[in-house]
């Protein structure tokens, strides 16, 4: 079992930038890879970004590419994601999620293993 809890959402501007980060207790953090989702009212769960257990692989939906960047510190038991030049349509709870393996990144929720509670995230125009 892992518990993961979320940081750093808020209300930022078009174009401005936020981190999140996402803290895990519990089993061993270095044996899962990790994942970003985020849900709106109309969508549920959509990949935004992930990384292996070593976070030397990353993948990253197309929406984001090139704006968002995931990270962890296994040392810290923490996954990050820097998002820049913020855009209205990135407004969404925004959950990390923990995936059971040693395999890469996986953009599938059902393959995630435990998540977090979410973090508000709503950009401004």
């Known amino acids: 079992q892992v518990q993961l809890a979320e940081a750093g959402g808020g209300l930022v501007q078009s174009g401005g930038s936020l981190r999140l980060s996402c803290t895990a207790s519990g089993r061993d953090f270095t044996n899962y890879a990790m994942g970003w989702f985020r849900q709106t009212p109309r969508t549920r769960h959509d990949f935004v970004a992930a990384v292996d257990w070593r976070g030397l692989t990353t993948g990253y939906a197309d929406s984001v590419r090139g704006r968002f960047t995931i990270s962890r510190d296994n040392a810290k038991n923490t996954v990050y994601m820097q998002m820049d030049n913020l855009k209205s349509e990135d407004t969404a709870v925004y959950y990390c999620?923990?995936?059971?393996?040693?395999?890469?990144?996986?953009?599938?929720?059902?393959?995630?293993?435990?998540w977090g509670q979410g973090t508000q995230v709503t950009v401004s125009s």
């Open positions: 999620a923990a995936d059971w393996s040693l395999s890469g990144p996986k953009g599938d929720p059902h393959e995630y293993d435990f």
